[in-house]
Nanobody, 125 residues
Framework: QVQVEESGGGSVQAGGSLRLSCVRS????????MAWFRQAPGKEREAVAG???????RYAESVKGRFTISRDNAKNTLYLQMNSLKPEDTAMYYC???????????????????WGQGTQVTVSS
């Protein structure tokens, strides 16, 4: 069974940092699109950062220059380093895999078929 599991969330003050991790149950994920999404209360789930099979990355405008997505295939792990956190970054963060694409990754929720349970990030002012 395909699984992903997030960890690393928590509560920090504005300006602080957190690193989220997403452990993948199968090395197969290494060759496909992976992404981090987030969902704040009352809002739609949105793409934060994505990475393709070649390691090319893309980011939402709101997090560019502050967040970094990376993957360690030897550890079957996807990361999201979050720096200079703002209160508006408060949300549940989800790791997702799209096993239908290796490149030209999409930003739509519907493109990703495999999701973790999420990890909460709370940033106080």
């Amino acid at each position: 069974q395909v699984q992903v599991e997030e960890s690393g969330g928590g509560s920090v003050q504005a300006g602080g940092s957190l690193r989220l991790s997403c452990v993948r149950s199968r090395a197969t994920y290494d060759h496909y699109c992976m992404a981090w999404f987030r969902q704040a209360p009352g809002k739609e789930r949105e793409a934060v950062a994505g990475i393709d099979s070649a390691g090319s990355t893309r980011y939402a405008e709101s997090v560019k220059g502050r967040f970094t997505i990376s993957r360690d295939n030897a550890k079957n792990t996807l990361y999201l380093q979050m720096n200079s956190l703002k209160p508006e970054d408060t949300a549940m963060y989800y790791c997702a895999a799209d096993l239908s694409r290796r490149y030209s990754c999409r930003d739509k929720v519907s493109s990703f078929g495999y999701w973790g349970q999420g990890t909460q990030v709370t940033v106080s002012s």
